[in-house]
């Protein structure tokens, strides 16, 4: 049977379907089955030893799972040698040949197709072309700055055309400035190729900026897959929601389908007894004292890019976090301040059963 | 401030004494082994009496000693040929192998460095009398193989731990065969480890006594041996001059190092 595609017209590239893997007594890949579309940049969010660069490692051939299924266009390929394998990979450390140079690190993968020199010299001029490295042919890695090492581990894999382009945390290596630049550029190129990319990162704030559907992992189990207004609006579990974004967990019970809340406001859930509501910073309000019956007291603030963020004791078993854009009023408020809260949205707040 | 400086010069020119006091114990036997080579007397002394070239031409007129010179580099090769093709996959055993007493194995290949030469040579003497090789040409080779391999497998070995073993994931990830990712990445890589231990083993192969002593073949008698037996017997200023060449020899050998791959990276 070929790969059931999933939902939406594209067509399957990747299908992993109850892949697990352990070392010795250590569970690392636990039932992960996901899929990822034609074209589509998919995400492996999670903290370190999640499993996510072993999925990665199982997909790119270099591990093989205990059970379960890798499909690379309906085949599986868990018996596919690692050379056989319609993948590119990009390592996070890039993994360019020192001994080569730019031109022979690109031209390697065809070379060892035994394709003819004149197309490969056709073929590397193209793919560093896609990477604006053109006129770079002749320069040793270690004569390249940081990005422009991570442009030619992009293009020594582009220029084989993979089904699957696998990026293991490609931006580690970069400086936060950098970082920013390369992931707009890089989601670009992946986007203009229209290729299949599989992604591994453990920071969320790349995961939201690169991709068309991230994979929430954890202990080796896939806790959410969706877009990334999913996995931030709409955390299915509270390790998400903790994990994706700043959050606050209110500790409240919920009666008869509501959650009320110190201000008064009413949450409405399916939830019956204890709870812990996610609450976003920026879905809270500040007001001088008075404004509400949701009272607390400013503990500190610190100015974060566009926002001023505060923690307010306010009640909960931990302070809350506000944010406030620094052009309107609340942004001006001090230390030790007695303020009042509201809540913005009341149908943007999730809520989970408290053990 | 001004006491931290005259302290720090202090500190610095105490560091250059003491190196130039190491460097003169390194080199002052062997420059007074050159000097000696050029007196014009007949016996062993120093300061020199005179100059002459009269020790050089002789020994290039020895049958004997040409011929054990030319002996001694044979074993040089000879060494240096076994401890490449039985060293370099060794060393890759213990870096990369999975297996169990990968560990063990690196220790058992140095071990034989460890034990004195002459412990070493007796040894190979009667292991080779158990094969039916006696002391011979090949028999010498062996047993200073065996000797130095330990210094070609830790130099290769230590390239290696500083290779980056993504590097070869990548070659296959982009289609190389495992034999095509090492003769294509690896190799290459660890080229300048092997060429430095390949000089290391040649000199060792060239110029050992104690362990060739005992395994040495008695019609192929190499340089060392022969040395040897003038010294003990005479007195003359040849035995100078043919340590001279010697020393020229291994001068050569490290400036080829240094020319091809640099001498800074022999460690690297």
């Known amino acids: 049977m070929p790969a059931t595609a999933a939902s939406g017209s594209q067509a399957c590239v990747v299908e992993i379907r109850r892949v697990r893997k352990r070392f010795a007594d250590l569970i690392v890949l636990d039932d992960c089955s996901l899929t990822a579309q034609e074209g589509e940049i998919l995400t492996l969010l999670g903290s370190s030893g999640c499993g996510k660069t072993t999925l990665l490692r199982c997909i790119a051939g270099f591990l093989k799972p205990d059970a379960g299924e890798i499909r690379i266009d309906g085949r599986d390929t868990v018996p596919v040698p690692v050379n056989r394998r319609p993948v590119g990979v990009v390592f996070q450390s890039y993994a360019l040949f020192p001994h080569l140079t730019v031109a022979n690190n690109v031209a390697y993968g065809l070379k060892m197709r035994g394709a003819p020199v004149e197309e490969i010299r056709e073929r590397v001029a193209k793919a560093l072309a896609t990477v604006s490295l053109s006129g770079f042919e002749e320069r040793y890695p270690s004569q390249l700055s940081g990005g422009q090492q991570q442009r030619v581990a992009i293009a020594r894999v582009l220029v084989l055309e993979p089904r699957v382009l696998l990026l293991d945390e490609p931006f580690n290596a970069l400086d936060a400035k950098l970082r920013g630049s390369m992931q707009v550029e890089l989601r670009q190129l992946i986007k203009r190729l229209g290729i299949t990319a599989i992604f591994v990162t453990h920071d969320q704030e790349e995961a939201l900026a690169m991709s068309d559907r991230i994979a929430v992992m954890r202990a080796g189990r896939i806790e959410q897959l969706g877009t990334p207004e999913d996995i931030f609006d709409r955390p299915q579990t509270a390790y998400v929601a903790d994990f994706v974004g700043a959050s606050n967990f209110w500790e409240a019970r919920a009666a008869s389908g509501q959650i009320t809340l110190p201000s008064g406001q009413i949450v409405a859930t399916k939830l019956d007894g204890d709870v812990s509501l996610l609450i976003r910073p920026h879905n809270l309000a500040l007001s001088s004292a008075g404004g509400s019956a949701w009272n607390g007291r400013i503990i500190s603030r610190r100015h974060v890019g566009a926002l001023m963020e505060y923690e307010v004791e306010a009640g909960g078993t931990r302070p809350l976090r506000i944010a406030a854009l620094r052009d309107v009023e609340a942004a001006s408020l001090s230390t030790g301040e007695a303020v009042s809260i509201n809540l913005r949205d009341p149908t943007a707040c999730m809520a989970y059963p408290r053990p | ?268």
């Open chain 2, 1 to 268: 401030m001004r006491g931290s400086d005259w302290l720090d010069r202090l500190g610095i020119g105490a560091l250059i004494g003491v190196a130039l006091f190491s460097l003169a114990l390194l080199l002052l036997p062997a420059v007074i082994v050159v000097i000696m080579s050029f007196d014009t007397r007949g016996y062993i002394s120093f300061p020199p009496a005179g100059f002459t070239f009269d020790w050089y031409a002789r020994l290039f007129n020895q049958p004997v000693l040409m011929g054990a010179m030319w002996t001694s580099i044979k074993v040089g090769v000879y060494v240096t040929v076994l401890c490449i093709a039985l060293g370099v996959p060794t060393a890759l055993a213990c870096a990369r192998g999975d297996f169990r007493g990968a560990a063990g194995l690196s220790v058992f290949v140095l071990l034989p460095h460890m034990v004195p030469g002459i412990v070493l040579g007796v040894a190979v003497l009667f292991a080779g009398a158990l094969f039916g090789i006696g002391p011979s040409i090949w028999l010498q080779s062996i047993s200073l193989a065996v000797y130095v391999m330990a210094v070609m497998v830790r130099t290769v070995m230590a390239r290696l731990q500083k290779l980056d073993p993504l590097l070869e994931q990548a070659a296959s990830n982009l289609g190389a065969t495992r034999w095509q990712s090492f003769r294509t990445i690896t190799l290459p890589l660890l080229m300048p480890a092997i060429l430095a231990g390949a000089v290391f083993t040649f000199i060792e192969g060239f110029d050992n006594l104690s362990v060739t002593i005992f395994t040495h073949g008695y019609r192929d008698r190499p340089l060392p041996v022969e040395l040897l037996t003038i010294v003990q017997n005479t007195n003359s200023p040849l035995v100078a001059a043919v340590s001279s060449v010697q020393i020229l020899l291994a001068i050569l050998a490290l400036l080829a190092i240094s020319a091809t791959i640099g001498l800074d990276r022999v460690n690297d």
